[in-house]
């Protein structure tokens, strides 16, 4: 698949790591600050499906399923870009590239995380939900990691599906089956993960070009960066106020996704008008801002209207 060459440049072997430097190697396997993104989007979609606060015990139970899922894919993909990763700067202290793990312990943690996420949810919480974590994982890893990363342009296009299935999971947590509400919000998080993402990867365009990684900054000027990601934001504003009506929410989140998208478009504006990696990094904080208060408004709507 036109993999780089694995580098082994400036990767050392540490010997006799000590039991909290290996504990902090495989939890930053994990990579807990996207997990931390995926917590925001599941609690309060299970808010919404409930129609008001859900069984906390449930709750534990999915957020416990979702982030060992979630923990898992991220220690895959750390397997599998280990070469990249000692390309790009961003990447170079990842356990994998300093020797803190060897390649072999990273997957058979990441593999034994997926294994018991998938027990653990189908006991705990039901098996639809399990079957979509673990699904999630495996597009991720073949779909995105494998295949599109190395090959494509529209990688996290189509690659950020992964990223948005926990509020799938977070639904059928506590509904037991789909329907158009959680499909719209599934929309949400797929169309917010292109603009968020290239944001970011305008920031270390150089990184990726180095890595061979056909990310969008790194194929294509600013210009048509910049462009694409107020495509995507003005979609992702429009989608946002779609779910108000098809996911039957009140005025505190129709005055939310109204707001936030606004601001959201301003920002993707204001990146187009001054295509500069600080421009874009304060696209990329806000969007952080951005799903986090636009969930969290959507929790606060139905406890509001049903707590």
């Known amino acids: 698949m036109g993999r780089p060459a694995v580098t082994t440049v400036g990767v050392h072997r540490p010997f006799g790591l000590t039991s909290t430097r290996r504990l902090g190697a495989y939890l930053a396997l994990t990579k807990p600050r996207i997990i ?35 923990g898992g894919a991220n220690a895959i993909n750390m397997y599998v870009d280990r070469d990249i990763d000692a390309v790009m700067q961003r990447t170079a202290s ?63 296009v189509v690659g950020g599906a992964a990223g948005a299935v926990p509020v799938l999971v977070g639904w059928t947590a506590v509904r037991g089956s789909l329907s158009l509400a959680p499909i719209v919000l599934f929309a949400v998080i797929f169309v917010w993960t292109p603009p968020h993402f290239w944001a970011l990867a305008i920031r270390y365009r150089d990184d990726y ?15 048509t960066t910049a462009r694409q990601i107020l495509v995507y934001t ?27 998208g606004a601001v959201f478009v301003l920002h993707a504006i204001q990146l187009y008008w001054d295509r500069t990696p600080a421009r874009a990094m304060r696209l990329f904080a806000y969007s952080i801002s951005y799903v986090t208060l636009l969930f969290s408004a959507m929790a606060i709507d139905q406890l509001v209207r049903h707590g």
Not at 58 to 65: D, H, M, Y
Not at 238 to 260: E, H, K, P
């Open 36 to 70: 931390e993104l995926l917590l925001v989007t599941t609690v309060p979609t299970m808010v919404v499906a409930a129609r008001g606060l859900p069984r906390l015990s449930l709750v534990a139970a999915t957020l416990l399923g979702g982030t060992l899922a979630a």
């Open 94 to 156: 990842r356990p994998l590239v300093t020797g803190a793990l060897t390649p072999r312990a990273a997957l058979t943690f990441a593999v034994s995380l997926e294994i018991v996420a998938f027990v653990e949810l189908w006991a705990l919480v039901n098996l639809l939900s399990a079957v979509l974590a673990v699904s999630a994982t495996l597009f991720y890893v073949f779909v995105y990691t494998l295949w599109l990363k190395r090959t494509s342009r529209q990688n996290i």
């Open 209 to 223: 070009a180095a890595a061979r990684v056909p990310m969008l900054p790194a194929v294509a000027s600013l210009t």
């Open 234 to 260: 003005v979609a992702l504003w429009a989608v946002s106020l779609l779910f108000a009506d098809v996911g039957g929410m009140g005025l505190i989140y129709w005055g939310a996704a109204t707001v936030l």
